[in-house]
């Protein structure tokens, strides 16, 4: 109870004992008394992301081509989220911090105090009882429990030329890297302040949010000239701190760029875990159009997806590296700005090209092997079932065609001559090397005349795709290959010059129906090849439609990809 000396002129109350309204009378009264003088409202010192005034205990520093960006974050978010702060700043890789200017003053005993259990008194001096630590001197910010403070700035001095520059820990110096931000702090208090005491309360809610309503204006990066590295060190923090990153959701080109160049980021400070999810979600959020991206590039989005560890991404990516095998081993094999990829990774491809090639051999296997039956159940032949025999034997020798390069032709080429323009080119270059020789028999004359016949000789026609074979044979039309008219051709031809030509109209329909029979069966056999695991749809405007000519993709998307096989 707070005694008080009697008014004058006034009776003086019997004293009774302090209530819940007269310690509310005095709170209130305390508070107002930080009001400012001036009629203004008392300044607010920033703690919340990027500038943790209060409670933060990691100064880093960002400086690239003249732009700065300055952080004031905390050690046990940084080190639960980053590998790379959970060793620098642990007792046998930290240095001891000794901040500039501040003297702890410990009483008559001069060993090492518990900050953590000591007092500021108003004059400056420590006592028991708080968890609060002289503020800085020259109006610095006020350390966290402990008094333990780390700084952190890129080094680019040390770094090679084909490296980037990594964070290295600089000695302790609030005035040197805190600037004006820090400035305004208000004076020292002997006990928490409301916004202490509700710091570690609203992280604690904020951890399960995703929110950015309450995020610091200054946390926003609005510049449009921001360098590309101070934007990837901002959005490391602040997935940190669970906010969203600043990535681009329209261009899908430019939104890659940036997902590749913070996993790479990520990856060299060991926060994949927290980093890998987020671009996940940003990247899957452009949908369809991210599918057709992957495929596009797939060993750039199968490196991205195994560092992301996102299995939709890795798995769209797998199935068109597999399908398209070696095409892509260079580009896997060179590293860029990621890592390089793991052997489990080129382990995993491989064992999944062999699946497929297994899968093709034991389909094409069944194919030729494929044949018609008599109603008594034999197999057809020339002497039991001519026209049937026919049937299989012109399906058979299409398939040959169609998986089997033409051989070389020995026959005179029956192409015009080229124009007088080349052929005079190369007649010349060919008198340059014979000249260039001593003797015409030597070995560059003979060199330059096979060039010569190369070069006049056309092309042989690249055979068909096996997997638009495939495709075509698990085709639900009748006429995609070996239509109406090649069989009626096919029966118009006269075996010999003495010998008539099977066709009549009731003979085509009857190799007809025989031929679809033969087609049909076909279609199961081919039936594990034509699936699609895919999430980009082939048959959408975007995709392929079975059987169009160049439209769908010359390689076969039938690997699946399961969980036991992704390598994380």
């Known amino acids: 109870m707070v005694s008080q000396a009697p008014a004058t ?13 007269t310690r509310h009378s005095h709170s ?16 607010q010192v920033q703690n919340d992301f990027p500038i943790f005034s209060h409670t933060g205990d990691v100064e880093i520093l960002i400086r690239v081509h003249g732009q700065e960006r300055r952080y004031l974050l905390h050690r046990l978010i940084l080190t639960q989220c980053s590998g ?15 901040p500039v200017g501040r003297e702890l003053r410990t009483g008559p005993s001069h060993s090492k105090p518990d900050v953590s259990s000591s007092r500021l008194s108003e004059d400056g001096s420590m006592s028991a009882g708080s968890t609060l630590v002289p503020s800085e001197i020259n109006n610095g910010p006020a350390p966290v429990a402990g008094g333990k403070r780390w700084r952190y700035e890129l080094d680019w001095e040390s770094k ?25 702090v208000p004076p020292s208090m002997t006990k928490p302040s409301a916004l202490q005491a509700g710091f570690f309360r609203s992280m604690a809610t904020r951890a399960g949010m995703q929110s950015v309503l309450h995020l610091s204006q200054s946390a926003t990066i609005e510049e449009v000239n921001v360098d590309p590295l101070i934007r990837d060190y901002d959005n490391l923090f602040r997935l940190f701190y669970n906010y969203p990153p600043v990535l ?12 590749k160049s913070l996993l790479a ?25 991210l599918f057709k991206q992957i495929a596009k590039y797939p060993p750039s989005y199968l490196k991205l997806g195994y560092l992301a560890r996102s299995r939709v991404i890795f ?6 590296v597999v399908g398209q095998w070696p095409a892509a081993l260079p580009h896997l094999r060179s590293n860029g700005t990621y890592s390089p990829i793991p052997n489990s990774v080129l382990d995993l491809i491989e064992d999944k090209v062999d699946d497929l090639e297994d899968l093709k051999a034991r389909v094409e296997s069944k194919l030729f092997r494929l044949t018609l039956t008599t109603s008594r159940g034999e197999r057809v032949n020339p002497a039991n079932a001519y026209l049937d025999w026919l049937a299989v034997s012109l399906f058979r020798q299409w398939l040959v065609d169609s998986t089997t390069p033409p051989p070389p032709s020995i026959l005179k080429s029956t192409q015009p001559p080229p124009p007088l323009e080349t052929a005079s080119a190369v ?13 015409g028999n030597a070995p560059g004359h003979h060199r330059s005349q096979e060039s010569t016949s190369r070069l006049l000789r056309p092309p042989a026609p690249p055979p068909n795709s096996s997997a638009r074979v495939f495709r075509l044979l698990g085709s639900s039309s009748t006429q995609a290959y070996l239509s109406h008219e090649e069989l009626k051709k096919f029966l118009k031809t006269h075996p010999t010059p003495s010998s008539d030509s099977l066709y009549s109209r009731d003979v085509l329909k009857r190799f007809e129906r025989k031929m679809d029979e033969i087609k049909r069966l076909a279609r199961e056999i081919v039936k594990p090849l034509m699936r699609n695991f895919l999430e980009l749809d082939l048959k959408g405007p975007g995709g392929a439609e079975p059987g169009a000519e160049g439209a769908s993709l010359p390689y076969l998307t039938c690997t699946r990809v399961e969980d036991e096989d992704l390598p994380w």
Not at 9 to 21: E, K, M, N
Not at 265 to 289: E, I, K, N
Not at 315 to 320: P, Q, R, T, V
């Open 315 to 320: 798995s769209e990516a797998l199935i068109h």
């Open 9 to 21: 002129g006034r009776s003086v109350p019997v004293p009774t004992a302090p209530s819940v309204t």
């Open 427 to 439: 007649s010349a270059s060919s008198a340059a090397n014979a000249a260039s020789t001593p003797t």
């Open 248 to 259: 681009n959701s329209v261009n899908i080109a430019t939104a890659y760029a940036e997902c």
């Open 84 to 98: 790379f702060f959970e060793a620098s700043t642990s007792e046998e890789w930290s240095r001891p911090p000794l």
């Open 28 to 43: 209130g009264r305390r508070h107002r008394s930080g009001r400012s003088l001036h009629g203004g409202a008392s300044h």
């Open 265 to 289: 980021l990520a990856d060299m400070y060991d926060a994949l875990p927290v980093t890998g999810p987020r671009v996940d979600h940003h990247l899957l959020g452009f949908g369809s159009r």
């Open 160 to 184: 090679a030329a084909d490296e980037e520059p990594i964070l290295v820990q600089k000695p302790v110096s609030p005035t040197a890297v805190l600037g004006a931000e820090f400035a305004h």
